[in-house]
C-alpha cells in the first residue's frame, strides 16, 4: 500500500504564511487589539511603581487617589481589551481552519480515485477527521495562546528595559536555560505522551477484556496467563508514567527556578543601582512586579507548544495531499463524437505483472457491448480504464478521440459513467442526493428522472424531495437505493455507461426491479456490459471475451455460437445445452 504523501517543513511554514497573509486585516487588528490589552495591562505596576515614589516625595491622599483611579481604569480596559482580542483571535482562527478544511476537501475530492483506493480510505479519512481536529484545537486554541503569551512576553520585558536597561538585562539572566530544557523536553514530550496515551488505552482494554470473558478464563485456567499479560499492561503503563512524570520534575523545576531568578538578580542589582541614585524604589517595584507577570506567559507557552507541535505535523499531512497531482488535464480538448476506442492497452496493477495485454476494442455510439470471461480475465480492470478511474500502462482509450484521462473529470462523468454495485445513499434530502448529478436540475426534472427508473415511492414521500435520507431520516433498501443511483444517471446524463455486475449483488426480486428501472436509463447509450449472467451477452449487439487479460473473441452472439469457441462452450454450459 503506498502511503498519502506529507508536506514538508517549508510547504507547512508557506501555508501558514499564507493564511496570515489572506487575511491580513483580521490578523493586525488582532495583533493590535493584543498589544493594547497588553499595554493596559502594563499601567497597573507602574502605576504602584508610581504611588510609592509619591509616597515617598510626601504626595497628598488626592494624587494617590488619582493614580489608583487610574490603576482601577487600567485593570478595566484590560479586562474589555483581552475580551475583544481573544474574541477576534479565536474568529481568526476558525477563519482560518475553516480555509483549510475546504482546501482539503477540494483537494480531497479532485484526488484520482485510483490513488485513493492505492493508500486505502483509512488515511484519508484519519487525515480528514484527527487531523482536521488536531489542527483545530491548534488554530483555536495554541496558537492564539501561544501568541498572547508571545506578546505579553515582549512587552513585560520591554517595559523592565524602558524602566531600566541594566534591569532589562538581569531579567533574562535565566532565558538560556529556559530555552535547553524546553527544547530538550519538547523533543521528549511528544512521544513520551503518546506512548502513556497508548499504554493506559492498552491496560483499560487488557483490563476490560479480562472482566468481560471471566468466566471463560476460569473455564479454560487461563488466569495465570491473563494476570501475567495484565501486570506486564501495568508495567508498561506504569513505566511511561514514569518517563512522562521525569520529563515534567526537569522542566517544571526548572522552569519555576526561571521565573524566580530574574527577580531576585533584579532586586539585588536594582538596590545598587538605587543605591548609586539612578533608580527610585516605585521604579524597583514595577520593576519586580513585571518580572513576576512572565511566569504566565511563559508557562502557557511551554503547555501549548506541545500541542501547536502536534497541529503543525497534522498540518503537514493535510497540506501533503496537495503534493498529488490531480487528474485535472494541462490541456483541454473537445471530444469529437462519442465513440469510443481502446488500442493497444496494456495495465498492471503492479509493475511487470500486466492484468491486461494489447487490448483493442471499437465501441460505436449507441452499441450494446457484453464482456463476459472467466473471473480474474481483467473485465473490471478494462471498466476502470474505460471509465478513467485508471490510466493504461501502453496504448490508450479514447472518447471522440480525446484519451479519457486527459477530459476534467466533471466532463468525463457527463459522458461516461460507471456503474457498479455501490448505491451510496448520501446523508441529505433525497433532491440533496439528486443534485449531486446536476446541481442546475430543478424539482421537475429530478421528479421526472425518479419516474423514469420507475422510483414510484418518491412520489409518495410526505416532505417529497425534502425527505432526509440516511442516518436519522428515511432508510432506504437496497432496491430503492438502487434505483436512486439510477435516478441520478438519468440525471447526469451520460452518452455511454459501462455496467459492472450493476445488479449481481441484489436479491432476485430486486435485481428484477433493478433491471426494469436499468432498462429505462440503458435507453439510447452506448452501454458496455461487464456481464454475469450470459442473457445480458444475449441481449447485447456484440460480445467480447475476455480470457487472461486479452480479447480472446469478438462478435454478435450468433455468430461467437457458430464459430465454437470459448463464447459458444460458455453458453452452452449455461444454457444446459
Ligand atoms: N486493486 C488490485 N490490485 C492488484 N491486483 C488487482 C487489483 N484488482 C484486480 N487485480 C488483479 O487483476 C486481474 C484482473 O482482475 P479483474 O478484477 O479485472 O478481473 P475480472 O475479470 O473483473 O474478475 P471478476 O469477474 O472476478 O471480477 C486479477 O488477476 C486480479 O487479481
Same mark, same amino acid.
Given at each position: 500500500?503506498?502511503?498519502?504523501?506529507?508536506?514538508?517543513? !517549508?510547504?507547512?511554514?508557506?501555508?501558514?504564511?499564507?493564511?496570515?497573509?489572506?487575511?491580513?486585516?483580521?490578523?493586525?487588528?488582532?495583533?493590535?487589539?493584543?498589544?493594547?490589552?497588553?499595554?493596559?495591562?502594563?499601567?497597573?505596576?507602574?502605576?504602584?511603581?508610581?504611588?510609592?515614589?509619591? @509616597?515617598?516625595?510626601?504626595?497628598?491622599?488626592?494624587?494617590?487617589?488619582?493614580?489608583?483611579?487610574?490603576?482601577?481604569?487600567?485593570?478595566?480596559?484590560?479586562?474589555?481589551?483581552?475580551?475583544?482580542?481573544? #474574541?477576534?483571535?479565536?474568529?481568526?482562527?476558525?477563519?482560518?481552519?475553516?480555509?483549510?478544511?475546504?482546501?482539503?476537501?477540494?483537494?480531497? %475530492?479532485? %484526488?484520482?480515485?485510483?490513488?485513493?483506493?492505492?493508500?486505502?480510505?483509512?488515511?484519508?479519512?484519519?487525515?480528514?477527521?484527527?487531523?482536521?481536529?488536531?489542527?483545530?484545537?491548534?488554530?483555536?486554541?495554541?496558537?492564539?495562546?501561544?501568541?498572547?503569551?508571545?506578546?505579553?512576553?515582549?512587552?513585560?520585558?520591554?517595559?523592565?528595559?524602558?524602566?531600566?536597561?541594566?534591569?532589562?538585562?538581569?531579567? %533574562?539572566?535565566?532565558?538560556?536555560?529556559?530555552?535547553?530544557?524546553?527544547?530538550? #523536553?519538547?523533543?521528549?514530550?511528544?512521544?513520551?505522551?503518546?506512548?502513556?496515551?497508548?499504554?493506559?488505552?492498552? &491496560?483499560?482494554?487488557?483490563?476490560?477484556?479480562?472482566?468481560?470473558?471471566?468466566?471463560?478464563?476460569?473455564?479454560?485456567?487461563?488466569?495465570?496467563? !491473563?494476570?501475567?499479560?495484565?501486570?506486564?499492561?501495568?508495567?508498561?503503563?506504569?513505566?511511561?508514567?514514569?518517563?512522562? =512524570?521525569?520529563?515534567?520534575?526537569?522542566?517544571?523545576?526548572?522552569?519555576?527556578?526561571?521565573?524566580?531568578?530574574?527577580?531576585?538578580?533584579?532586586?539585588?542589582?536594582?538596590?545598587? =543601582?538605587?543605591?548609586?541614585?539612578?533608580?527610585?524604589?516605585?521604579?524597583?517595584?514595577?520593576?519586580?512586579? #513585571?518580572?513576576?507577570?512572565?511566569?504566565?506567559?511563559?508557562?502557557?507557552?511551554?503547555?501549548?507548544?506541545?500541542?501547536?507541535?502536534?497541529?503543525?505535523?497534522?498540518?503537514?499531512?493535510?497540506?501533503?495531499? /496537495?503534493?498529488?497531482?490531480?487528474?485535472?488535464?494541462?490541456?483541454?480538448?473537445?471530444?469529437?463524437?462519442? !465513440?469510443?476506442?481502446?488500442?493497444? @492497452?496494456?495495465?498492471? #496493477?503492479?509493475?511487470?505483472?500486466?492484468?491486461?495485454?494489447?487490448?483493442?476494442?471499437?465501441?460505436?455510439?449507441?452499441?450494446?457491448?457484453?464482456?463476459?470471461?472467466?473471473?480474474?480475465?481483467?473485465?473490471?480492470? &478494462?471498466?476502470?480504464?474505460?471509465?478513467?478511474?485508471?490510466?493504461?500502462?501502453?496504448?490508450?482509450?479514447?472518447?471522440?478521440?480525446?484519451?479519457?484521462?486527459?477530459?476534467?473529470?466533471?466532463?468525463?462523468?457527463?459522458?461516461?459513467?460507471?456503474?457498479?454495485?455501490?448505491?451510496?445513499?448520501?446523508?441529505?434530502?433525497? !433532491?440533496?442526493?439528486?443534485?449531486?448529478?446536476?446541481?442546475?436540475?430543478?424539482?421537475?426534472?429530478?421528479?421526472?428522472?425518479?419516474?423514469?427508473?420507475?422510483?414510484?415511492?418518491?412520489?409518495?414521500?410526505?416532505?417529497?424531495?425534502?425527505?432526509? &435520507?440516511?442516518? /436519522?431520516?428515511?432508510?432506504?433498501?437496497?432496491?430503492?437505493?438502487?434505483?436512486?443511483?439510477?435516478?441520478?444517471?438519468?440525471?447526469?446524463?451520460?452518452?455511454?455507461?459501462?455496467?459492472?455486475?450493476?445488479?449481481?449483488?441484489?436479491?432476485?426480486?430486486?435485481?428484477?426491479?433493478?433491471?426494469?428501472?436499468?432498462?429505462?436509463?440503458?435507453?439510447?447509450?452506448?452501454?458496455?456490459?461487464?456481464?454475469?449472467?450470459?442473457?445480458?451477452?444475449?441481449?447485447?449487439?456484440?460480445?467480447?471475451?475476455?480470457?487472461?487479460?486479452?480479447?480472446?473473441?469478438?462478435?454478435?452472439?450468433?455468430?461467437?455460437?457458430?464459430?465454437?469457441?470459448?463464447?459458444?462452450?460458455?453458453?452452452?454450459?449455461?444454457?444446459?445445452?
Amino acid at each position: 500500500m503506498t502511503h498519502l504523501p506529507i508536506a514538508g517543513r !517549508r510547504e507547512v511554514r508557506l501555508a501558514t504564511v499564507g493564511l496570515i497573509r489572506g487575511d491580513r486585516r483580521a490578523m493586525a487588528a488582532v495583533l493590535a487589539l493584543y498589544c493594547s490589552a497588553t499595554l493596559a495591562g502594563l499601567a497597573g505596576p507602574w502605576l504602584v511603581g508610581r504611588i510609592i515614589d509619591q @509616597v515617598q516625595h510626601g504626595a497628598d491622599v488626592s494624587t494617590v487617589d488619582v493614580l489608583a483611579g487610574a490603576a482601577v481604569v487600567a485593570v478595566i480596559a484590560q479586562i474589555l481589551l483581552t475580551r475583544a482580542a481573544r #474574541y477576534a483571535g479565536y474568529r481568526f482562527g476558525e477563519r482560518a481552519l475553516a480555509l483549510l478544511r475546504e482546501r482539503f476537501m477540494d483537494r480531497a %475530492l479532485d %484526488l484520482p480515485i485510483a490513488t485513493v483506493e492505492r493508500a486505502g480510505t483509512g488515511d484519508l479519512m484519519t487525515r480528514a477527521s484527527v487531523d482536521v481536529a488536531a489542527l483545530g484545537t491548534s488554530a483555536r486554541d495554541a496558537a492564539p495562546e501561544i501568541f498572547i503569551s508571545v506578546v505579553q512576553v515582549v512587552f513585560i520585558l520591554g517595559a523592565v528595559v524602558v524602566i531600566d536597561p541594566v534591569l532589562g538585562l538581569c531579567s %533574562l539572566v535565566a532565558t538560556p536555560a529556559l530555552w535547553m530544557v524546553a527544547r530538550w #523536553y519538547l523533543r521528549r514530550a511528544r512521544e513520551a505522551y503518546l506512548a502513556e496515551g497508548a499504554a493506559t488505552t492498552r &491496560l483499560s482494554e487488557e483490563l476490560a477484556a479480562t472482566a468481560e470473558g471471566a468466566r471463560t478464563i476460569e473455564v479454560l485456567r487461563m488466569r495465570p496467563a !491473563r494476570v501475567g499479560s495484565g501486570d506486564r499492561s501495568i508495567g508498561t503503563a506504569f513505566a511511561a508514567r514514569v518517563r512522562t =512524570l521525569a520529563l515534567r520534575s526537569v522542566l517544571f523545576p526548572v522552569a519555576e527556578a526561571a521565573h524566580a531568578f530574574p527577580v531576585a538578580v533584579a532586586l539585588v542589582v536594582g538596590a545598587v =543601582l538605587m543605591s548609586h541614585g539612578r533608580l527610585s524604589l516605585g521604579s524597583l517595584v514595577a520593576a519586580a512586579l #513585571y518580572l513576576t507577570r512572565l511566569g504566565g506567559p511563559v508557562d502557557w507557552i511551554l503547555q501549548w507548544m506541545e500541542t501547536l507541535q502536534s497541529g503543525a505535523a497534522s498540518l503537514a499531512r493535510l497540506e501533503g495531499i /496537495g503534493r498529488i497531482p490531480t487528474t485535472v488535464p494541462q490541456q483541454r480538448a473537445e471530444p469529437d463524437g462519442d !465513440r469510443i476506442d481502446v488500442s493497444g @492497452v496494456t495495465y498492471a #496493477y503492479h509493475e511487470g505483472h500486466d492484468v491486461l495485454h494489447d487490448v483493442s476494442l471499437s465501441v460505436r455510439p449507441g452499441e450494446r457491448l457484453a464482456i463476459v470471461g472467466p473471473s480474474g480475465a481483467g473485465k473490471s480492470t &478494462l471498466g476502470r480504464l474505460l471509465a478513467g478511474i485508471d490510466t493504461p500502462g501502453r496504448g490508450s482509450v479514447t472518447v471522440g478521440g480525446v484519451p479519457v484521462g486527459q477530459l476534467p473529470p466533471d466532463e468525463l462523468r457527463r459522458r461516461i459513467a460507471l456503474v457498479t454495485q455501490e448505491h451510496h445513499v448520501f446523508l441529505g434530502t433525497l !433532491r440533496d442526493n439528486l443534485a449531486l448529478a446536476a446541481a442546475e436540475a430543478g424539482d421537475e426534472r429530478m421528479g421526472q428522472a425518479l419516474a423514469a427508473v420507475g422510483a414510484d415511492w418518491a412520489a409518495d414521500l410526505p416532505d417529497g424531495l425534502d425527505t432526509m &435520507l440516511g442516518a /436519522g431520516g428515511m432508510t432506504l433498501d437496497a432496491s430503492r437505493a438502487q434505483q436512486l443511483a439510477l435516478a441520478r444517471l438519468v440525471l447526469a446524463d451520460p452518452h455511454t455507461l459501462i455496467l459492472d455486475e450493476a445488479t449481481s449483488m441484489l436479491d432476485p426480486t430486486a435485481a428484477r426491479d433493478t433491471e426494469r428501472s436499468l432498462a429505462a436509463v440503458l435507453e439510447g447509450r452506448t452501454v458496455i456490459a461487464i456481464a454475469h449472467r450470459l442473457h445480458t451477452a444475449h441481449d447485447a449487439d456484440r460480445v467480447a471475451v475476455m480470457e487472461h487479460g486479452r480479447v480472446t473473441e469478438l462478435g454478435a452472439h450468433d455468430e461467437l455460437v457458430a464459430a465454437s469457441g470459448t463464447y459458444a462452450s460458455l453458453w452452452r454450459s449455461w444454457h444446459g445445452g
